[in-house]
T-cell receptor
Framework: ETGVTQSPTHLIKTRGQQVTLRCSSQSGHNTVSWYQQALGQGPQFIFQ???????GRGNFPPRFSGLQFPNYSSELNVNALELDDSALYLC????????????FGPGTRLTVT | QQQVKQSPQSLIVQKGGISIINCAYE??????FPWYQQFPGKGPALLIAIRPDVSEKKEGRFTISFNKSAKQFSLHIMDSQPGDSATYFC?????????FGTGTRLTVIP
């Protein structure tokens, strides 16, 4: 186990709704990244937060947004859900922006109907 | 555009055999190359990683071979076991985010 936890485990939403996913980083890790993993694909980078600031973003629209809190826990928010947003959402933490090793949580399975 | 290309897509190996998964990249700015193992319903688990200043790294039954000039790296799993059956992802990074390959589904037959 990596010590990275995510909630909820599974979630079903309707197209057009909004969703918030949560992540608790491994102890001592101040950098968190979020990834989207479609079925049968590798994870795709959404964005990264370091000390509560977004400091990197992948090719995802602005309706994907995030927050990082002083205790380094994090949220991923997705507005105006689309069917293609159905995926496993993973967060990964690491011990600082200069650390290379990223440790993943178990993910949240989001289904949009 | 796929930053990291991975092959094969699937692999079936007999117990005790050697599993080999290959990856290639284009961006010479990449300077860290991890491999992740993922079981169904779980998040990816960091297996082993290498920096481009070494050509090989071994941890137990897992070895990464790295060819900087060819921009290729591979994972070798020696004495493959049924418990190794999982999806394996290579990845690369040079800044903040990891670029993942498309994955290899490994099945080890008893």
């Amino acid at each position: 186990e990596t010590g990275v936890t995510q909630s909820p485990t599974h979630l079903i939403k309707t197209r057009g709704q909004q969703v918030t996913l949560r992540c608790s980083s491994q102890s001592g890790h101040n950098t968190v990244s979020w990834y989207q993993q479609a079925l049968g694909q590798g994870p795709q980078f959404i964005f990264q937060y370091y000390r509560e600031e977004e400091n990197g973003r992948g090719n995802f629209p602005p309706r994907f947004s995030g927050l990082q809190f002083p205790n380094y826990s994090s949220e991923l928010n997705v507005n105006a859900l689309e069917l293609d947003d159905s995926a496993l959402y993973l967060c990964a933490s690491r011990g600082g922006a200069g650390a290379y090793e990223q440790y993943f949580g178990p993910g949240t399975r989001l289904t949009v109907t | 555009q796929q930053q990291v290309k991975q092959s094969p897509q699937s692999l079936i190996v007999q117990k005790g055999g050697i599993s080999i998964i290959n990856c290639a990249y284009e961006n010479t700015a990449f300077d860290y190359f991890p491999w992740y193992q993922q079981f169904p319903g779980k998040g990816p688990a960091l297996l082993i990683a290498i920096r481009p200043d070494v050509s090989e790294k071994k941890e137990g039954r897992f070895t990464i071979s790295f060819n900087k000039s060819a921009k290729q790296f591979s994972l070798h799993i020696m004495d493959s076991q049924p418990g190794d059956s999982a999806t394996y992802f290579c990845a690369a990074t040079g800044a903040n985010n990891l670029f993942f390959g498309t994955g290899t589904r490994l099945t080890v037959i008893p």
